[in-house]
């Protein structure tokens, strides 16, 4: 905990901010291997973009350009965020549930964000009452449910990860706790690629469930990248 | 496991910014280098079927050259088996002509040379016979046969036209130079006698042969009266036969 004054900032967010910087160091690095002809890490850096904007567009095909930033985004930030857990003396901020909630809480608005921005907000809204009034208030605890899955399944994972591996090496000691590190990167990339699929496809359902409503949509309409 | 609202909102900001972030200077760079791959390949498959289009035409183009080249090259050929057909109809009515040219030379002078084989195996017959003849005659020659030559001489000459005798006589007249009588042997009284008689009733009176001996004559004799030769011998006689034999051949 960083105490400034009366406010307090806690180590998650010390940690998301030396992801940050982590991420945005690595960017400005990658730049400048983006710019030269052919290289290594530029054919890495447009594999991994075209991978996940391919995973994208394979949910939402009209509004991948406006969807992958975000859900690849998300999908590179978790990877860090939970790997960072291997590293001694840091703690994944995922492990946080206050880190999960926020996310949860972005893709609880990225859906209605994008919902209303492709459809406008009565389009969106109208989804809630199809195709009966009477399936709102399931809607609604959908709705609810579904964010706090979201922040709790990920959070649940990343801290039960790091607080078994702590106790095992206090149990077992030195060099035993190694599979479940091992495990714990399995975990961390399945639980990132979870969190970010989980997150496309409550985007998608919003948008396709508006597509299925009204055709007078203006999709994305580009070509698909092999 | 207790929400902070203060850690909540923090990481709501450090995830949008991080957004801003990614955007900015990874996803935004990376989405031009794909562009920009993008328009290489499209400029490069563009090149490519560029490329492969002005082959095609250059193939057609080649092909129909080709094409032509084949009609040209055939065209010429048919003329060149034209002109070759009319030269060697040519060269070989040439060949024909020049080869009947020389068999009808070759045939004229296999006749020829036939011709004077024949001629020299005529003359060497006709020698060969006179050679013979004459060896045989030798043997049969004698004063007897001398004196009947003499006497067919003078016979002859009685039976010549009276012009011509008379021309003769005045030879004989005219004349100073001596008669000379050659006679194949030696001339007998008997033969002189009977030349003398003959003669001078037949030419006139005033001759006065001269007798020689020419074995050669082998039977018979030869009166030179001035610039004329009479002569009734066997030698002659085989001469003129061998001679006209020659002429014959000929």
Redesign the interface.
């Known amino acids: 905990m960083l105490h400034w004054g009366p406010?307090?900032?806690?180590r998650?967010?010390l940690t998301?901010?030396g992801?940050?910087l982590l991420?945005?160091g690595?960017?400005?690095w990658?730049?400048g291997r983006?710019?030269q002809p052919d290289n290594l890490w530029?054919t890495l850096?447009?594999t991994l973009?075209?991978m996940m904007e391919n995973a994208v567009r394979d949910a939402v095909p009209n509004y991948y350009r406006q969807v992958?930033?975000?859900i690849?985004?998300l999908w590179?930030?978790l990877v860090l965020a939970n790997l960072l857990g291997l590293v001694p003396g840091l703690h994944s901020?995922t492990g946080?549930?206050?880190?999960t909630?926020?996310?949860a809480?972005?893709v609880f608005v990225a859906v209605h964000w994008f919902g209303i921005r492709n459809r406008g907000l009565k389009a969106h809204l109208r989804h809630y009452i199809s195709p009966s009034p009477i399936l709102l208030p399931f809607h609604l605890i959908s709705e609810i449910t579904r964010t706090l899955a979201l922040a709790i399944r990920l959070f649940g994972n990343i801290m039960s990860l790091e607080m078994a591996a702590l106790l095992v090496l206090l149990v077992a000691g030195f060099l035993v706790p190694i599979p479940l590190l091992m495990l714990h990167i399995v975990e961390a990339l399945v639980q990132a690629y979870i969190f970010g699929v989980l997150a496309l496809l409550y985007i998608g359902s919003g948008l396709e469930t508006n597509d299925t409503t009204h055709s007078n949509h203006q999709p994305d309409g580009d070509t698909q990248?092999d | 496991?207790?929400?902070?609202p203060?850690?909540?909102?923090?990481?709501?900001i450090?995830?949008?910014?991080?957004?801003w972030?990614?955007?900015r200077?990874?996803?935004k760079?990376?989405?031009?280098?794909?562009a920009r791959?993008?328009e290489q390949q499209a400029q490069a498959l563009q090149e490519a079927e560029s490329r492969e289009q002005k082959a095609a035409e250059l193939e057609q183009r080649l092909q129909t050259e080709l094409t032509q080249w084949e009609q040209n090259a055939a065209r010429r050929q048919q003329e060149l088996q034209t002109q070759l057909q009319q030269e060697k109809a040519k060269i070989l009515t040439r060949v024909q002509e020049a080869a009947a040219a020389e068999k009808t030379r070759l045939e004229s002078l296999r006749q020829q040379d036939a011709a004077q084989l024949q001629q020299q195996l005529r003359q060497q017959a006709s020698a060969t016979a006179a050679q013979l003849t004459a060896t045989m005659l030798r043997r049969l020659a004698g004063p007897e046969l001398d004196h009947a030559l003499a006497r067919i001489l003078l016979e002859d000459l009685r039976q010549l036209p009276a012009t011509e005798l008379q021309e003769l006589k005045q030879v004989a007249a005219s004349d100073h130079k001596p008669l000379v009588i050659t006679v194949a042997h030696s001339a007998n009284d008997g033969l002189k006698q009977t030349l003398e008689g003959g003669l001078n009733n037949l030419l006139g009176p005033s001759l006065q042969p001269q007798y020689r001996t020419d074995p050669d004559l082998i039977s018979g004799l030869r009166i030179k009266i001035g610039s004329r030769l009479l002569h009734t011998n066997l030698a002659d006689e085989l001469k003129h036969f061998t001679t006209e034999s020659a002429d014959d051949a000929r």
């Open positions: 406010v307090s900032i806690s998650a967010v998301t901010w992801v940050m991420l945005w690595m960017s400005w990658l730049q983006l710019r530029r850096a447009e973009y075209l992958t930033p975000f690849a985004s590179i930030f901020p946080d549930l206050s880190v909630a926020a996310l809480l972005l990248h | 496991m207790e929400l902070d203060l850690t909540i909102i923090l990481e709501i450090n995830f949008l910014v991080l957004l972030i990614l955007q200077f990874l996803f760079p990376i989405r031009n280098a794909l791959r993008q």
